[in-house]
Nanobody, 123 residues
Framework: QVQLEESGGGYVQAGGSLRLSCAAS????????MAWFRQAPGKEREFVSS???????YSVNSVKGRFTVSRDNAKSMVFLQMNSLKPEDTAVYYC?????????????????WGQGTQVTVSS
């Protein structure tokens, strides 16, 4: 069982930066693939970035070069550094954990979810 709690969301102007954090409980955190998803109003939840237990990362094209996912297994935490934010990045951001061995962009492959943190980017 893994419990996830996000923090770090907020309101920022376009071009600004935010760093999201996700704190995980459970002794097996290091074995999970971790990911960030987001959901904008009226839209489906979408994959943003993931990081394997070994630190291999994958991000969608729309955030490549702007967002960086990282993890600290010793502290059971995962981060999303978001730079050059755009109004279209406005969404609730969710942290998720998966026990799969492959990179998945599908929410159905993730076993545990946080409650989400709101990110609002003004133009």
């Amino acid at each position: 069982q893994v419990q996830l709690e996000e923090s770090g969301g907020g309101y920022v102007q376009a071009g600004g930066s935010l760093r999201l954090s996700c704190a995980a409980s459970g002794r097996t955190f290091s074995t999970y693939r971790m990911a960030w998803f987001r959901q904008a109003p009226g839209k489906e939840r979408e994959f943003v970035s993931s990081i394997s237990s070994a630190g291999n990362t994958y991000s969608v094209n729309s955030v490549k070069g702007r967002f960086t996912v990282s993890r600290d297994n010793a502290k059971s935490m995962v981060f999303l550094q978001m730079n050059s934010l755009k109004p279209e990045d406005t969404a609730v951001y969710y942290c998720a954990a998966s026990s799969t061995f492959w990179t998945s962009t599908y929410s159905r492959d993730y076993d545990y979810w946080g409650q989400g943190t709101q990110v609002t980017v003004s133009s």
